[in-house]
């Protein structure tokens, strides 16, 4: 194996979450046989991309791997022209559908640093069977808006699947979570405020200091006089999300942070319809379950099936019976 096609597996084993996966190999789908084999220069150009922004004015002080390089760069360049960034500082998070880096955040933002959520290339990510959390969903566009039903060319490409069609899911569920932070942040929401977003990519408020990033609640041992006040926060963000007509649909002490005795939610490009989601129940009492799986590890035990049907009927009315379920 060559060294270049040896860096090429390394990168691919660090961002593909299924590459060391035997049996996840064999389970994935076979190119279609009329699409031609790309040669090797062909998948490097894919990978690599254009590394301009590198040698030109956006210089970052952050050094990504060559192979990392185009992608990032590609992401970021606009928002740094944009003066939304000034810096790319350190990669803070590596997921498997996207990476956070922290950013020095420009004027127009009125903060001192950004955080900047990148999506994987689309030859890298593999993001998660979303079927669940986009039943009762609109696909919307890059500026967030709906797309209409009479577009016969882009339904057809959503139906069929297409190359396309693939682009503009991956771009409505970035742009669910870019619009519902926009509108919790509005509300009064412990989240991110939100800068400015791409179809790959969003720009928003960081948690943390200019040396370390906020660390996940899960990772918090938190104190006895702790424990109640940041519960009830958790529920109040709960019922704003209900109140918007939202679930947030991963909750749990995996997608909160803790940073100075208060917490920020974060993740929602699966954020799942109130009223039109035939498992909003199920996917409301999965949050909350996870949430007292949590605080009873911290010494406060709760009642998780209690808990969801109270706000179900509060804030769900009797347009569904949540015991046709379970």
């Known amino acids: 194996m060559t060294d270049l096609a040896s860096q090429l597996e390394d990168y691919e084993a660090r961002f593909d979450p299924l590459h060391n996966d035997r049996r996840a190999r064999r389970r994935r789908k076979p190119k279609p046989r009329h699409v031609p084999k790309q040669d090797t220069g062909a998948i490097i150009a894919?990978?690599?991309?254009?590394?301009?922004?590198?040698?030109?004015?956006?210089?970052?002080?952050?050094?990504p791997s060559k192979y990392e390089a185009g992608w990032l760069m590609g992401s970021l360049e606009q928002f740094y022209d944009q003066q939304i960034i000034t810096d790319v500082l350190a990669a803070i998070k590596g997921g498997k559908e996207a990476s956070v880096y922290r950013c020095a955040a420009g004027?127009?933002?009125?903060?001192?640093?950004a955080a900047a959520k990148v999506y994987r290339p689309r030859m890298f990510r593999q993001l998660r069977n979303d079927k669940q959390y986009r039943q009762?969903?609109?696909?919307?566009?890059?500026?967030?808006?709906?797309?209409?039903?009479?577009?016969?060319?882009?339904?057809?490409a959503l139906g069929k699947k297409t190359a396309f069609g693939v682009q503009v899911e991956h771009t409505s569920w970035l742009m669910h979570e870019y619009t519902t932070l926009q509108a919790l942040h509005r509300a009064g929401a412990a989240v991110p405020q939100p800068f400015a977003a791409s179809d790959n990519t969003i720009i928003m408020g960081y948690v943390g200091d200019e040396h370390v990033a906020a660390p996940l609640l899960n990772d918090v041992r938190l104190a006895e006089d702790e424990t109640r006040p940041l519960f009830d926060e958790v529920l109040r963000n709960v019922e704003l999300m209900l109140g918007q007509g939202w679930i947030h649909g991963d909750l749990s002490a995996y997608n909160i942070l803790y940073w100075d005795g208060a917490i920020t939610l974060i993740d929602f490009p699966q954020v799942t319809a109130l009223e039109t989601n035939p498992d909003a129940y199920d996917i409301l009492r999965r949050d909350l379950t996870r949430i007292c799986e949590y605080f009873a590890r911290m010494g406060l035990p709760r009642d998780a099936d209690a808990l969801t049907d109270d706000l179900w009927y509060r804030f769900g009315g009797d347009w569904i019976d949540p015991s046709q379920l379970t």
């Open 46 to 63: 894919a990978v690599v991309d254009d590394t301009e922004g590198l040698e030109g004015g956006f210089n970052p002080t952050y050094q």
């Open 107 to 113: 004027p127009a933002t009125g903060a001192a640093l």
């Open 136 to 156: 009762g969903r609109t696909i919307l566009t890059a500026e967030g808006r709906p797309v209409k039903k009479t577009d016969h060319r882009l339904m057809r």
